[in-house]
């Protein structure tokens, strides 16, 4: 069983265009996360939802906007796609006082 | 600002020998977790382990341990007995506790790319 599983696992899209990259997890986790590692594979944090509400916000365009239906999932739209969105964008769960934080697979993006 | 430091960008070591890959970080928190974790050129991000601020031993798990020196501000990852499925980039991360005591997000060192040589 997949504990934090992202879809697609690739998604190549033309600029201008809006998509979307799933996120769903299993562990009942409280807290999930988005974060992007670029070309030269660094991680950042983008957003942070605890109980629906987004608890930290880093400076990210307003292009990209997080949208979690339900605990169990943390969507990222994308929108007026650009060519340095181009990245690996990395959804995670973790529940507060735990130690562990899980990470999905994975999404590459390409903008072309 | 927490941050975290990998100074080694690559690695090698040769299969069956240990490896120490270096992470200091910056931080005024008190209270604060670190962790490492393992991304093979397959793409995911395995956690392997973690350190608290306030616990008195190294963790260790198998043949990963964290050689946590506190006062330097340090947290090195030891991999035991190389194996080449090692071969993987490896990250540094710290997480931030946050006023009220809830846990924040992950802050990511740049990761060391480790090559196990047969």
């Known amino acids: 069983d997949t504990a934090v599983s992202q879809t697609p696992k690739y998604l190549v899209t033309q600029m201008g265009n809006d998509k979307s990259i799933k996120c769903e997890q299993n562990?009942?986790?409280?807290?999930m996360y988005w974060y992007k590692q670029d070309s030269k594979k660094f991680l950042k944090i983008m957003f942070s939802y605890n109980n629906k509400e987004l608890i930290i916000n880093e400076t990210v365009p307003n292009r990209f906007s997080p949208k979690s239906p339900d605990k169990a999932h943390l969507n990222l739209h994308i929108n007026s796609l650009e060519l340095g969105d181009s990245a690996v964008y990395f959804c995670?769960?973790?529940?507060?006082?735990?130690?562990?934080?899980?990470f999905g697979q994975g999404t590459r993006l390409t903008v072309v | 600002a927490q941050k975290i430091t990998q100074t080694q960008p690559g690695m090698f070591v040769q299969e069956k020998e240990a490896v120490t890959l270096d992470c200091t970080y910056d931080t005024s928190d008190q209270s604060y977790g670190l962790f490492w974790y393992k991304q093979p050129s397959s793409g995911e991000m395995i956690f392997l382990i973690y350190?608290?601020?306030?616990?008195?031993q190294n963790a260790t798990e198998g043949r990963y341990s964290l050689n946590f020196q506190k006062a330097r501000k340090s947290a090195n990852l030891v991999i035991s007995a190389s194996q080449l499925g090692d071969s993987a980039m490896y990250f540094c991360a710290m997480r931030e506790i946050l006023d009220g005591g809830s846990q924040g997000n992950l802050i990511f060192g740049k990761g060391t790319k480790l090559s196990v040589k047969p």
């Open positions: 350190q608290g601020s306030y616990d008195e």
């Open positions: 995670a769960s973790s529940q507060q006082g735990s130690r562990e934080a899980f």
């Open positions: 562990l009942g986790h409280d807290t």
